[in-house]
Nanobody, 126 residues
Framework: QLQIVESGGGLVQPGGSLRLSCVVS????????VGWFRQAPGKEREGVSC????????NYADSVKGRFTISRDNAENTVYLQMNSLKPEDTAVYYC???????????????????WGQGTQVTVSS
């Protein structure tokens, strides 16, 4: 059964760090590009970062460049999102999605991804 499970979210103070994990089962992750998206209350889902199937291409939203790092371990069917220097505006539910290759210029929109996890809540607050 195909499944994507995110973990690692939680409550953190501004300036803190979290590492999100996205574990895939039921299919071989290395065939797919992966994206991280987030959705805050009352806002549209937005692309945060993406990584190509080989890991050779990554892309980041301007709002997280220099603070977030995406990586993957295909042997473990896992993709990570290291989030540093967190800000209150990073508060959202974070979703992992597989199915689209990562764009060099843009993060593909949500419609380009076929498989989604249930999300993990990240709250940045003092």
């Amino acid at each position: 059964q195909l499944q994507i499970v995110e973990s690692g979210g939680g409550l953190v103070q501004p300036g803190g760090s979290l590492r999100l994990s996205c574990v895939v089962s039921g299919f071989t992750l290395h065939y797919y590009g992966v994206g991280w998206f987030r959705q805050a209350p009352g806002k549209e889902r937005e692309g945060v970062s993406c990584i190509s199937n080989s890991g050779g291409t990554t892309n980041y939203a301007d709002s997280v460049k220099g603070r977030f790092t995406i990586s993957r371990d295909n042997a473990e069917n896992t993709v990570y999102l290291q989030m540093n220097s967190l800000k209150p505006e990073d508060t959202a539910v974070y979703y992992c999605a597989a199915g689209s290759e990562c764009g060099v210029v843009h993060i593909p929109g949500p419609d380009h991804y076929h498989y989604w996890g249930q999300g993990t809540q990240v709250t940045v607050s003092s």
